[in-house]
């Protein structure tokens, strides 16, 4: 099963920005995927989305802020995030889209502090 990645976490002041990483391991050319975050305690909620060609979507939490894009070739997720709030505190990950059907990896923690 394809393995996932995740990176580009720490620890930013608000209003910074940083940019997630999300590797597979193999081809998720045919999937629309996205990133969802989990707060210690809280269930995992989705965040962003990306179709195979391209088309996205957000929460509403994070429209406007965030943007979600991807390299096709080699089957890497990005999601950059800009404006960061204390609320957008926690640990990402990536899956499929609607539903998450892979593996969930490791994650990469954000925390938004001053």
């Known amino acids: 099963q394809v393995q996932l990645v995740e990176s580009g976490g720490g620890l930013v002041q608000p209003g910074g920005s940083l940019r997630l990483s999300c590797a597979a391991s193999?081809?998720?050319?045919?999937?629309?995927m996205a990133w969802y975050r989990q707060v210690q305690g809280k269930q995992r909620e989705w965040v962003a989305a990306?179709?195979?060609?391209?088309?996205?979507w957000y929460a509403d939490s994070v429209k406007g802020r965030f943007t979600i894009s991807r390299e096709t070739a080699r089957d890497i997720i990005y999601l950059q995030m800009n404006s960061l709030k204390p609320e957008d505190t926690a640990v990402y990950y990536c899956n499929t889209y609607d539903p998450p059907r892979l593996s969930w990896g490791q994650g990469t923690q954000v925390t938004v502090s001053s």
């Open positions: 990306i179709s195979r060609g391209g088309s996205t």
């Open positions: 193999g081809s998720i050319v045919d999937n629309a």
